[in-house]
């Protein structure tokens, strides 16, 4: 069984970074690539970042680019994935999910549809 909790929301102001953590656990986590989502009232999610089993393959959606980073540390049945999130902007205002694709031996992919496992979601807020 997989689990994901995020942690690591707030309130910050237009120019300041933040750091999310997801704490991944389960016994088949490691063998599953990973993401980030956003969502905002009335809504789908929207893709941020994701990246691959090995932690060695990151994905970023064109307006994180160049501003978020994801990172992955494995551990024996359990996977710890952040997102540093630099230069916000308001318009990245949103909650922040975490999750784990459904698939095995899984990689990198943009489309929510292919996770099966989803944390709660922590809120970030940008101020301007």
């Known amino acids: 069984q997989v689990q994901l909790v995020e942690s690591g929301g707030g309130l910050v102001q237009t120019g300041d970074s933040l750091t999310l953590s997801c704490v991944a656990s389960?016994?088949?986590?490691?063998?599953?690539?990973m993401a980030w989502f956003r969502q905002t009232p009335g809504n789908d999610r929207e893709f941020v970042a994701a990246i691959d089993r090995t932690g060695q393959t990151p994905y970023y959606a064109d307006s994180v680019k160049g501003r978020f980073t994801i990172f992955r540390d494995n551990a024996y049945a359990k996977s710890t994935v952040r997102l540093q999130m630099n230069l916000l902007k308001p318009e990245d205002t949103a909650i922040y999910y975490c999750?784990?694709?459904?698939?095995?031996?899984?990689?990198?992919?943009?489309?929510?549809?292919?996770?099966?496992?989803w944390g709660q979601g922590t809120q970030v807020t940008v101020s301007s």
């Open positions: 389960g016994r088949t986590i490691n063998s599953r690539g």
């Open positions: 999750a784990a694709r459904t698939e095995f031996y899984s990689g990198t992919s943009a489309f929510a549809g292919q996770y099966g496992h």
